[in-house]
C-alpha cells in the first residue's frame, strides 16, 4: 500500500520540497495527518465516474462518459456548460494539483509552506507575474467579455466541486500540509497561463552576457555566442522567400552598451523546457493522409503536468492533453484538424538601468524625471508576520533589482521588460483551435497568442500541413536586447512589433513536412533581428535527417522517432576526442573505460554504458574548458555546447583552453580531454561501487516526483527509459516528453497517445501512475475519439451532471 510507504518515508522527512527542489518546509501535525476518520487514510479510494451529480449554474444535463484509462469524454449542450464541466472535472481528479501550482506562480507559497518559502515568493512577485495576469484579466474585461466569460465558468465548475468536498475529502497534499482549499477565480487561470510563460519564455541571459562582455570582449564574445552557428538547419526551410514583408526592422541607434557588474540574477527556467513536433503531408504518408506529432519536453511531475479530455459540444469536438486551470485542449485534434506546440525561444525579455531622483519617486527617462509607479505585494507568511515588498514599476516594466533586492545600488536599479506583462488573450487561441475547421482557422486562431512564443504545428483532414512561430514578437534593432540598456534612452524602447502576418511560417512545404525542435527559427535571410536563444542543435538534425531519408513515412517510424535514443551530439565529439587524447598514461582500469566508450555506436539505450561515460567525460571537459567563468561575485553563464563542441575541434589552442589555475603551463584541448577523461573514470569506478555498474539506466536513474519532492511513496523512481538532452527522445533525470502524441488525419482522424503519469492526482489511486511504464517501454494507448454522445465498447462508465435548480 503506498501509504504504508508514506509513513516510513514521513518519519524521515524533515521538509517539504517544491517543484524547485527548494527546501521549504516543516512536518505537519501528526495526529491530524494520521486521524482514520478524516486524514491520509480517507484518500484510498477510487474515483466515482457513474451516478449523478448536481451543479449549480449549468443549464442542461452534461454526459461524461469514461473510459478505461480515465478519461473523461465530455458532452454538453453550449460552451458555457463545457467549461463548467471541465473546471469541475479537473478540480475532481487534480484539485491540489490546481491550486498548488497558481500559488507558485502567485508568489504565495510561504503561505501555505512558510518563511523558507520568502525568497522564491518576492522573486516572484518582482518577476511581475501577478501584474501580468491582471493585465490579461483587464484586457479580455475590454475586449472580450465572452472568453473571460467562459473562464468564469471554469471557475464556477471548479468552485461547484469544492463546494461539495468536506475536510476528510480533502486531497491528500492539504492534509500534509494542513491548509484547505480556496475558491477559484479566473485570475488563478491567468496565473496558470503565465507559469507557463515563465516556464517557457522566462528565460533570458542579458545581464550575464553585459558581464561576459565586460570581462572578455567583444571579440571573445561573438566567438563563443554568434547570433548563428556555422550549421543551421532552421526550423522554417532555408528556401522561404521572405520579400513578401514590406515592415522595415527597426534601424540601429547610438547605443552605448551599460557594462555593470551584476552579481546575481533571479532563478531562471530549465533550460531543457522544450519539444519535439511534426507533420507529414499526405504525398509522404505511407497511407496517404497527413500525420502530425508531438511531445512538448517538460519536469516529469507527479502529477502529471497533462491532463487528457474529449470536450465535444454540438459545434465542435475535440480530444487531447488538457493543462489544469485551463480550458479547452492544449495539444490534440477535432475532427477536421490537429495541432501541437514545441517552445519558440525568441528574446522576449530586455532589461534597463534605472536611474532614480534622491527619494525614488521618479526616474530619468528622455532628459526629464519620470514618475514611478507602486505595486505593494503583501506576502503573507505562515507562523509569522506578513511581509510587506514595495516593488517600483516603470514604463520598461517592474524593477526586479535594487536596493531592497539582490542590489547595493542607492539610487538604480534594473527594470525587466517582458512581452509576459503585455496582457493579451492566449486563452481565446485554444477555445478558437478546439473549433477550427481549416488552415485558414487555425491561422485565425493563432493571432490572439502573444506568449510564450511557440511553434504551432498543424495538419488538417483537407490534406494541409503547416507550423507557425507564433508569439507577440518586438521589431529590435541589430543587436537590441542582448546586453543592460540604458532606460534613460528613448532609442532603447521596443519601437514597435512584428506584424503578425510576417512571423515566419511555412504551409505544405516542397519538401513534405514540417518539424521543429527548438532550433533556430530562421536563416539569416530573416529580415528581423533574431539572435541564438540557446537554440537546440541535434535533436532538429536528427529529425529532419529521418525524414529526408525515406520516401514514404508510417505511423510506426512516428512512434520509432519518438523513442529514438541517437546520440548526434556524442557522434561530433567523441571520435575526435578519443583520436587527439594521448592514452600513453591511462591505468588499467581507465584503459578499460576507454575501450568501453571506443565500442559504443552513440545509442542511449538503458543497457549501454558508453552514454554514461560520455556524460560523465563531456561534463568534466566543459568544465574545464569554461573555468574562466568561474568568476566570485559575478553573474556568468558558459557557453552553449555546440559552440563548445566546435571550439574544441577547430580552436584546440584558444586562451579559453587554458587552466586558470596552472600557472605554469598552457593546455590546450588536448591536454583537456586527457585531464577530464581521467577525473570521469575516477568517478565512474566511485558510482560503480554505489550502484553496481554504471549503465545508462543506473547512471540517469530517470524518476517522476512529486511536486513535494520529499515524498518517496508518491514518486516513481528508476524509470526503465533511455535517451538524454539533445536526443529526440529528450529523457533525462526528471525531465522529458511529457505527453507524446501521434494524429493520422483520417475521416475522423485517429490517434494514439501516452504520458508520463496518470488521469488521477491521487497518490492512492491505482490511476495515478500507471502511464509510466508503458510510457518508459515506447507504447501508446489508442484514445477513443467518441463521434457522438452515444457510448462505444471502450466507455466503461458514465456520469451525468446536472443542473441544480
Not at 532628459?367 to 516593488?391: A, H, L, P, Q
Not at 507550423?467 to 514597435?496: A, H, T, V
Request: glycine residues 6%; proline residues 5%; charged residues 25%.
Amino acid at each position: 500500500m503506498k501509504f504504508a510507504k508514506l509513513i516510513i518515508s514521513f518519519i524521515f522527512t524533515v521538509g517539504i520540497f517544491f517543484v524547485l527542489n527548494t527546501k521549504l518546509g516543516a512536518i505537519p501535525p501528526i495526529g491530524k495527518f494520521l486521524n482514520p476518520y478524516s486524514g491520509i487514510w480517507q484518500n484510498e479510494t477510487t474515483e466515482a465516474t457513474s451516478g449523478n451529480v448536481y451543479i449549480p449554474g449549468l443549464k442542461g444535463k452534461v454526459t461524461v462518459h469514461y473510459d478505461a484509462q480515465l478519461i473523461p469524454h465530455v458532452f454538453a449542450q453550449n460552451e458555457s456548460d463545457l467549461y463548467k464541466a471541465q473546471g469541475y472535472l479537473t478540480a475532481k481528479h487534480r484539485l491540489w494539483q490546481l491550486e498548488f501550482q497558481t500559488f507558485a506562480a502567485a508568489g504565495r507559497l510561504s503561505e501555505i509552506i512558510g518563511e523558507k518559502a520568502l525568497d522564491y515568493d518576492r522573486t516572484e512577485r518582482r518577476r511581475g507575474m501577478g501584474y501580468g495576469s491582471d493585465q490579461a484579466i483587464a484586457y479580455m474585461e475590454k475586449y472580450d467579455k465572452e472568453t473571460l466569460g467562459y473562464i468564469q465558468d471554469y471557475a464556477d465548475g471548479v468552485n461547484a466541486y469544492i463546494k461539495q468536498l468536506k475536510p476528510e475529502d480533502y486531497p491528500v497534499e492539504y492534509k500534509l500540509l494542513d491548509y484547505k482549499p480556496e475558491a477559484w477565480t479566473p485570475k488563478k487561470t491567468a496565473l496558470l497561463l503565465m507559469y507557463m510563460t515563465k516556464m517557457l519564455a522566462g528565460g533570458d541571459d542579458d545581464l550575464e552576457y553585459t558581464n561576459a562582455l565586460r570581462l572578455f570582449g567583444k571579440e571573445n564574445f561573438d566567438l563563443l555566442f554568434p547570433d548563428f552557428f556555422d550549421i543551421t538547419d532552421p526550423v522554417i526551410p532555408k528556401e522561404i522567400d521572405w520579400t513578401f514583408i514590406d515592415v522595415p526592422q527597426t534601424p540601429l541607434p547610438e547605443s552605448i552598451t551599460v557594462l555593470d557588474t551584476i552579481a546575481e540574477t533571479i532563478s531562471k527556467p530549465n533550460p531543457d523546457n522544450g519539444s519535439n513536433n511534426w507533420a507529414v503531408s499526405g504525398t509522404k504518408s505511407a497511407t496517404g493522409n497527413p500525420i502530425l506529432a508531438n511531445d512538448p519536453h517538460l519536469g516529469l511531475n507527479l502529477p502529471s503536468i497533462w491532463f487528457v479530455m474529449q470536450l465535444s459540444t454540438p459545434n465542435h469536438n475535440a480530444f487531447g492533453a488538457t493543462i489544469p486551470g485551463a480550458l479547452s485542449v492544449i495539444s490534440g485534434f477535432n475532427q477536421h484538424i490537429a495541432w501541437g506546440e514545441t517552445n519558440a525561444t525568441r528574446d522576449v525579455i530586455d532589461w534597463y538601468k534605472i536611474e532614480f531622483n534622491e527619494d525614488r519617486t521618479k526616474y530619468k527617462y528622455d532628459g526629464k524625471w519620470k514618475d514611478v509607479s507602486i505595486r505593494v505585494e503583501d506576502i503573507k507568511i505562515r507562523g509569522k508576520e506578513n511581509y510587506i515588498d514595495t516593488v517600483l514599476y516603470t514604463h520598461h516594466g517592474p524593477v526586479v533589482y535594487d536596493k531592497n533586492f539582490k542590489s547595493d545600488k542607492e539610487l538604480a536599479g534594473y527594470a525587466m521588460k517582458w512581452i509576459g506583462h503585455e496582457g493579451g488573450n492566449n486563452q481565446k487561441t485554444f477555445i478558437e483551435l478546439n473549433k477550427a475547421k481549416n488552415y485558414d482557422d487555425y491561422v485565425k486562431a493563432l493571432q490572439f497568442w502573444n506568449a510564450p512564443a511557440q511553434n504551432f504545428v498543424f495538419a488538417s483532414t483537407e490534406g494541409d500541413i503547416a507550423l507557425w512561430i507564433q508569439g507577440k514578437f518586438p521589431n529590435k534593432w541589430e543587436g537590441q536586447g542582448k546586453f543592460l540598456m540604458d532606460g534613460s534612452k528613448p532609442e532603447n524602447d521596443w519601437q514597435s512589433y512584428i506584424p503578425q502576418q510576417f512571423n515566419a511560417h511555412t504551409k505544405n512545404p516542397e519538401r513534405g513536412f514540417v518539424s521543429s525542435a527548438n532550433q533556430h527559427p530562421v536563416d539569416e535571410n530573416y529580415p528581423y533581428f533574431v539572435f541564438n536563444d540557446g537554440y537546440e542543435t541535434y535533436r532538429n538534425r536528427v529529425i529532419n535527417d529521418y525524414f529526408n531519408s525515406k520516401e514514404k513515412i508510417s505511423i510506426d517510424d512516428f512512434k520509432n522517432l519518438h523513442n529514438n535514443n541517437y546520440n548526434l551530439k556524442a557522434t561530433e565529439i567523441v571520435p575526435y576526442m578519443l583520436e587527439h587524447m594521448d592514452t600513453s598514461s591511462l591505468s588499467e582500469k581507465e584503459m578499460s573505460i576507454y575501450n568501453e566508450i571506443k565500442a559504443w555506436k552513440f545509442n542511449n539505450d538503458i543497457d549501454e554504458v558508453g552514454p554514461s561515460i560520455f556524460r560523465q567525460w563531456y561534463g568534466k571537459l566543459y568544465n574545464l574548458v569554461w573555468d574562466e567563468f568561474d568568476v566570485e561575485d559575478t553573474a556568468l553563464d558558459a557557453p552553449f555546447t555546440y559552440q563548445t563542441i566546435y571550439l574544441l575541434k577547430n580552436h584546440g589552442d584558444h586562451e579559453f583552453m587554458d587552466i586558470v589555475e596552472t600557472e605554469d603551463k598552457v593546455e590546450t584541448a588536448k591536454d583537456l580531454f586527457l585531464m577530464a577523461f581521467k577525473e570521469a573514470a575516477t568517478r565512474l569506478e566511485e558510482i560503480k561501487k554505489e550502484k553496481g555498474d554504471y549503465t545508462w539506466l543506473k547512471y540517469k536513474a530517470t524518476y517522476a516526483g512529486h511536486l513535494l519532492q520529499a515524498l518517496p511513496a508518491f514518486s516513481r523512481f528508476d524509470i526503465p527509459i533511455g535517451g538524454d538532452r539533445n536526443i529526440v527522445n529528450a529523457t533525462s533525470e526528471d525531465h522529458g516528453p511529457s505527453w507524446r502524441m501521434i494524429v493520422e488525419m483520417t475521416t475522423p482522424p485517429t490517434a494514439i497517445g501516452i504520458y508520463p503519469g496518470g488521469q488521477s492526482g491521487n497518490p492512492g489511486s491505482k490511476y495515478y501512475d500507471n502511464f509510466i511504464d508503458d510510457w518508459a517501454a515506447g507504447k501508446y494507448h489508442q484514445l477513443n475519439f467518441l463521434q457522438s454522445e452515444q457510448p462505444t465498447d471502450a466507455i466503461i462508465d458514465t456520469q451525468t451532471l446536472t443542473p441544480k435548480n
